[in-house]
Each structure stands twice: as C-alpha cells, then as structure tokens.
C-alpha cells in the first residue's frame, strides 16, 4: 500500500476508535453504580408549541397523524390559497370552521383520550388524525 493510503486508514480506525469510545461513554452515563439502569423510557409528548400544528399544504394535512395531551391547543395553519377545515368525523370533537388561504385556526383538543379522524368539509378526500392520549 502507498503511504497515503496507510495514513488515510489508520485516520480511519482512530475515527472508528474514537467513536466506539464516545458510545461506550454515553451507553453508561447516568447509571449510578456502574449497572445500567433497568427503568423502562419515559415516553412524553413533545411540547405543544412544536408538537400542537397541523399545516395544510398542497391539499393535505401535515403531519397526517398527530398525537398531542388532552386539551392541547391546536393551530391549523392554512398554506394553500383555497379555504380549507379541519372537522372531525362523527364525534364532533372539533371543527375549525372555514379557513382561508393565509390564514390560521385553533381548536382544542378533546379531553377524552381516543383517536379522532378528521377531514376538511370543503375537499373530503383530505384526512388525518388527531390521537389524544
């Protein structure tokens, strides 16, 4: 092998090297003993500022799937030109009203935890759905 290639490969195993250590690090960081800890993950919303937005665009729902806490204000931002809603099926958990194009609409989210299908009343075809949990 040329010198180059010797150097560039041994600049990649102290790469590898380094990384492997640093995951070793982190695997045992914030165990106390030295024992890895046992307790199951927490799992926990995001916070409702980033977590709380749907976003129309190009006639859909983004994200198609949301999962927020019981009562979390939502913000469904409009960025189409046409009008749009977002209005649960059946249950009538919650409904937006007609939003223009530009604009934004709130709702808050049921307080009974389930899974709530919604559609824009203007273009139906357009679902999502809000988890509440």
Do not use: W
């Amino acid at each position: 092998m040329t010198a180059l290639r010797v150097h560039l490969r041994q600049e990649r195993i102290t790469v590898a090297g380094a990384a492997c250590g640093l995951l070793a690090l982190t695997a045992c960081s914030g165990s106390s003993g030295g024992s890895p800890s046992t307790s199951a993950p927490v799992s926990t919303p995001p916070p409702a500022s980033a977590a709380a937005q749907i976003v129309i665009k190009d006639f859909m729902f983004g994200p198609a799937s949301l999962t927020v806490a019981p009562g979390t204000v939502v913000t469904v931002r409009n960025e189409d030109k046409t009008p749009h809603t977002a209005t649960a099926t059946g249950s009538q958990a919650f409904d937006t009203g007609t939003i223009a194009g530009g604009k934004s609409a709130i709702f808050k989210a049921p307080a009974a935890a389930g899974t709530y299908d919604y559609i824009c009343n203007i273009h139906q075809y357009m679902k999502g759905k809000l988890t509440v949990r």
